[in-house]
Each structure stands twice: as structure tokens, then as C-alpha cells.
């Protein structure tokens, strides 16, 4: 993957960008967001054109950043490097861009005014990735959903816009908006419990494992016993007390893009009640909603939206 974002980044046509060449950047992101997220590319669509296309900027640029700490974990350093040099590159303006998926991102950034510290932020967080490979506590994981997901949702609210922008609404908006990242990204580990041990990382909090009498050994050799189901279980009801706080606060946002934080929203606390059905087998089955079900989800996505709060 990261191989082919470099040859298309480094196209001689982004060497000097113009009009055509963002049309170009922006088609790209475009690609990227439909092959990598089908819920996050179904759930965009409800957005009006210029601001879904901002939006799937800001997810290719996300998903470019964490491509790059996947596909080169193995060499800490030249990761630190590859990463040093996004970050400073993602600073610049939109015309000095030279890859495609920047040029995109921080055309956004300058077109909404979204602070750079979240896209900091969100580096800083697939930094993490590199030398993290375990967290102690929730309230460690809760920091790294933060940084790599919650940003996502600051950002998009800037895309977005919020009915009032007095200070206390914006800060209650933020702080939903942090509440729904953490939830997504929680949503994240607990479907992809296996992938991740793949990669030799355990995201669930080991406080939690030793809670429930449930070792490293066990999620190794893939048990899946009532110790196991207590553990997804009470891991699967924190994200969705998470879902019930921010939920409420779709009301604050402008009202074109209400449906699709909340497709985003319920698609996403969707994929807990597949776990649930597999049978919390996170190792062998991997839990998704088909275009159909989500099809299925429309009409209490509607009403949801324009009444936020959760039946």
C-alpha cells in the first residue's frame, strides 16, 4: 500500500500543483477512502460534495500516516524519519506540496482553518505504534484513541460546522467529538483483535485482561471462554457508553452533516453487535456489516440524526 501512495505522490505532475493536479490529488483521496473504509466511505456520502471530499482528504491522510508506521515498523528508525519528514512536509501550504494526498489534506486544512495540532497529534499518535506495543491501562488507550481517532473527529467537526460557536457549545461539541473518536477506535481494536496480534501488539488494556484472570498466553493461543467473553464484553459496553455520550451531540453540528456522523456512528457501534454474534471469535471471523444491513440501518439513522438520541 505505502509503496503505491509513494509512486503516485511522487507523480512529476505534483511538482508544481495547480488546479488539474488537485482535481487529481483529490480523486486519489477519493480511492484511498473507498478501498480502505467501505463504513467510513457509505457513511461520508450523505455530505455535501465539497465537504465529502474534504472529509475523504482528511481520512487519506490519516490512512497514509498509519500505512507508513505499518508498513515500516520493522525499521524503527527509517520510520521516525519517514515520519519526521510528513510532518514537516504537512505544515507547508497547499502549493508547496510535492505528494498528492498532502497537497489534498492541506488544501483542507487551510480552506476550514483546522489547527494544525491535531494533525500533530494524530502523528504523534501512529508514532506510538512504534514503540507501544502493549497499554497498562484504559486511560493509556484512551490517550492513544485520542490521538490517532478523536483528532479525526475535531477536524471533521471543523469541516462541518456547528448551529453556534459560543464557546461553551463548541467545548461540549469538542468534547463529544473526542468521545465519538475514542468509541470508533475502541470499535477498531475489538474487531481487529486478531489482526493486531498478527502484528505483535495488544491493544486491550492489560489491567483489563487480569480482570477477568485472562493472560497474553490465552489471546496467543486464541481462547475463547466465558473469561474471554466477560473481558469483549465489558470492553464492548464501554464503547458503547461512549456511543450513548456523544450521540446527543450530533444535534450541534450544521444540519448537512447530522446523517453522516450519525451513519458513522451507529454503522461503526454496528460492528459490536457482530462480535457479539460471532461469538466474540475476534480471531478467525471478522465482524462487518454488509451494503445491505447498512442499507437496512437507513431509516433509524434518519430518524436519529435529526433526534440524537439513542433508543
Known amino acids: 500500500m505505502l509503496e503505491l501512495l509513494t509512486s503516485r505522490a511522487n507523480a512529476p505532475q505534483m511538482r508544481e500543483p495547480h488546479r488539474l493536479d488537485l482535481e487529481r490529488a483529490f480523486n486519489l483521496c477519493e480511492e484511498i477512502t473507498r478501498d480502505h473504509s467501505k463504513s467510513f466511505h457509505f457513511s461520508t456520502r450523505f455530505l455535501p460534495a465539497d465537504k465529502r471530499r474534504a472529509i475523504r482528504a482528511l481520512y487519506a491522510f490519516c490512512r497514509t500516516t498509519d500505512d507508513m508506521v505499518d508498513v515500516l515498523s520493522h525499521n524503527v528508525t527509517e520510520t521516525r524519519c519517514h515520519l519526521d519528514s510528513w510532518r514537516l512536509a504537512s505544515r507547508l501550504s497547499a502549493e508547496q506540496q510535492h505528494n498528492p494526498v498532502l497537497a489534498a489534506w492541506t488544501q483542507v486544512r487551510e480552506q476550514y482553518a483546522v489547527p494544525q495540532r491535531y494533525a500533530e497529534e494524530l502523528i504523534d499518535g501512529c508514532e506510538m505504534d512504534l514503540t507501544i506495543s502493549r497499554y497498562e491501562t484504559w486511560e493509556q488507550l484512551r490517550h492513544y484513541c485520542y490521538c490517532v481517532a478523536s483528532t479525526v473527529g475535531l477536524i471533521s467537526m471543523h469541516i462541518i460546522g456547528l448551529v453556534r460557536t459560543d464557546p461553551q457549545s463548541r467545548a461540549t461539541a469538542e468534547a463529544a467529538a473526542i468521545d465519538l473518536g475514542v468509541a470508533l477506535q475502541l470499535t477498531n481494536i475489538l474487531r481487529d483483535v486478531g489482526e493486531d496480534l498478527q502484528r505483535g501488539r495488544i491493544y486491550l488494556p492489560l489491567e483489563d485482561l487480569r480482570r477477568f484472570n485472562y493472560t497474553e498466553d490465552d489471546l496467543k493461543r486464541h481462547v475463547v471462554d466465558s473469561r474471554f467473553r466477560s473481558l469483549m ?26 446523517i453522516a456522523v450519525t451513519a458513522a456512528a451507529v454503522l461503526y457501534r454496528g460492528i459490536l453487535n457482530k462480535i457479539e454474534q460471532n461469538g466474540y471469535d ?14 437496512r440501518y437507513m431509516p433509524y439513522i434518519l430518524r436519529l440524526a435529526f433526534r440524537p438520541t439513542l433508543a
Request: net charge positive; aromatic share 12%; glycine share 2%.
Open 233 to 258: 464484553q465489558f470492553e464492548i459496553q464501554r464503547a458503547r457508553e461512549l456511543y450513548a455520550q456523544s450521540l446527543p451531540a450530533v444535534a450541534m453540528l450544521r444540519s448537512e452533516g447530522r
Open 282 to 295: 475476534v480471531f478467525t471471523r471478522r465482524a462487518y456489516l454488509s451494503y445491505a444491513e447498512k442499507l
